[in-house]
């Protein structure tokens, strides 16, 4: 019996006003068999990939403002992850790892040009993600699944690693984040695809508003979706929705009826809307009838980013956010909802990853994972659908580094670092840490103990406040089966040709596909490639 269909959820009230239609959606219920389209046929996927949203966001995570009803109740008919990981504490390497399955040490996303940075995709990058990863959509596809990205790709914008060759049917979004706005001469501004081609840019066709954050494009990716699911669920075959949405990612936005209804500001009213978007898209797969044969996944790239403060989420209890391999940089918010599969109101404390989704969707699917190349996901269909856990390690990376180590509830720290003194110190830089200084943790030099690894127990300390003493009996007994983890996943380590090297000015989105038919393209300057500066 799927008990939590019978549940009854109302809308929050607030004092300031309320935008129109928060979305109640009503999930499958297997008395009266509401929902029941499809039988023993291959389940579809939907991922609802947040940008720089933190695990301490949703209400029911604790957000004191309670501002999104509807994830808290798809956690309420679904199960909640309190323990669910990013694979890298930025965004560009944590999205190659969710679509391969493996390690951005492994797919090759991370840069070797200075030890423990962190990199990504802008504008200027040479590389992306290589052809010979194979990414999740390209499987699911041999199998029939007709796939589908709105918002965010970020792993690489030269044309021939776009989604559509790499798997995806379908695509209405952009390479890159909303960055901007620029004056489309000494940069250009982010194109806008749909499918293989440009459709315009932000800050031009695309608009958000630099004064008072208003944009319509959280509402255009909810249209996107729900036709999607509504055309496909009349094909009967399998689909993979990829919803990668960014409105969390400054430069914050959200549509007019939103602004101003949070009591977090325009972060709050982004999260408000995404949370409307989640409610929307739930409701479409009940109202065609196919939710009780998909699986949705919710969660995060990466923690929030605490340096903007106020205009950025909240990580909850945890130390730190994006960028940093401390709790707040990688745990991320997650809830599974599979109407008749998953029973509602369960927590399951298996230790998960974005890199899960690969293998999880694989087995489910019937497709076997690749056998040539180490898989560093598993599958969840156990904790899924019968709420076993199986121990496993969680690898913190930085970079070119291996930073940290979870197995079990116990953390040790190889290496520690925020942000570098000059960066902390002149003001040019950003604290990634702000008002979470813990001294011989939140180092700002790069700092090696790997000869005596910092141990904390995630369980009593999910802050990483208290060190356990190296002559403790805790200490004694956890380092040594820590170790044993790190020194295995060493050994068979084989990193991958590293991606994000090299930039080049010619190589940005002066004159993308399609942008001919617009009378939009841009000259290309003459071709000078360097070694990428990263900061951080």
């Known amino acids: 019996m799927f008990l939590a ?74 199960m909640l992850f309190p323990d669910f990981y990013s694979a890298n504490p930025l965004c560009s390497p944590s999205r190659a790892a969710l679509l391969s399955g493996r390690l951005p040490i492994r797919n090759g996303f991370y840069t070797n040009n200075l030890p423990a940075r962190n990199a990504y995709t802008p504008q200027d990058i040479v590389g992306g993600i290589p052809d010979y990863e194979i990414l999740l959509p390209e499987l699911l596809h041999q199998k029939g699944y007709h796939n589908k990205i709105i918002g965010k790709w970020h792993l690489g914008h030269q044309p021939h690693y776009h989604p559509l060759k790499h798997g995806f049917d379908e695509w209405f979004g952009s390479p890159n984040c909303h960055f901007g706005p620029y004056n489309d001469k000494a940069i250009p501004n982010i194109p806008v695809y749909k499918d293989a081609f440009m459709v315009g840019r932000y800050f031009e066709d695309f608009i958000i508003n630099t004064q008072t954050g208003e944009s319509n494009l959280t509402q255009m990716y909810i249209k996107e979706a729900k036709d999607f699911i509504e055309k496909e669920s009349k094909t009967g075959n399998p689909f993979f929705l990829y919803w990668a949405v960014d409105a969390t990612h400054e430069p914050l936005y959200a549509s007019s009826a939103f602004r101003g209804t949070s009591r977090r500001g325009l972060y709050g009213d982004a999260v408000r809307e995404l949370d409307f978007g989640v409610g929307q898209i739930l409701q479409s797969l009940v109202d065609t009838g196919v939710a009780n044969n998909t699986l949705v996944f919710f969660t995060s790239d990466n923690g929030a980013a605490t340096y903007a403060k106020t205009s950025g989420g909240s990580n909850g209890p945890f130390l730190c956010g994006k960028e940093t391999t401390f709790e707040g940089g990688m745990r991320e918010p997650a809830i599974a909802w599979w109407p008749g599969k998953i029973f509602g109101g369960q927590v399951s404390h298996q230790v998960g990853s974005l890199m899960d989704f690969f293998s999880t969707f694989l087995d489910l699917a019937g497709i076997p994972a690749p056998s040539d190349r180490p898989i560093d996901g598993i599958s969840l269909t156990s904790t899924l659908l019968n709420g076993k856990t199986t121990q496993r390690p969680i690898f913190y990376y930085r970079g070119d580094h291996l930073m940290a180590v979870r197995l079990g509830q116990y953390k040790a720290h190889l290496w520690t670092w925020s942000n570098s003194w000059q960066e902390f110190k002149n003001g040019t830089g950003v604290d990634f840490c702000p008002g979470q200084e813990i001294n011989g943790l939140t180092t700002h030099d790069q700092v090696n103990h790997t000869a005596q690894p910092l141990l904390f127990d995630l369980g009593a300390d999910p802050g990483e406040k208290y060190i356990i003493r190296p002559g403790s009996q805790v200490y004694k007994t956890q380092i040594p089966l820590l170790m044993k983890a790190v020194d295995d996943h060493l050994a068979h380590l084989t990193p991958g040709v590293p991606q994000l090297n090299m930039c080049d000015n010619a190589v940005m989105n002066w004159a993308p596909p399609g942008c001919e038919k617009l009378g939009r393209c841009l000259p290309v300057p003459k071709s000078n490639p360097t070694k990428c500066v990263w900061e951080h």
């Not at 291959?42 to 995570?61: E, K, R």
Request: aromatic letters at 10%.
């Open 5 to 78: 269909s019978c549940v009854s959820f109302g809308v929050v009230h607030h004092t300031m006003a309320s935008p129109p239609l928060v979305n109640n959606f009503h999930a499958y219920d297997e008395y009266t068999g509401k929902g029941q389209k499809i039988e023993n046929a291959s389940p579809n996927f939907v991922i609802l990939l947040m940008d720089d949203m933190g695990w301490g966001d949703l209400g029911v995570f604790g957000e004191p403002n309670k501002e999104t009803p509807n994830l808290d109740r798809m956690a309420a008919e679904g």
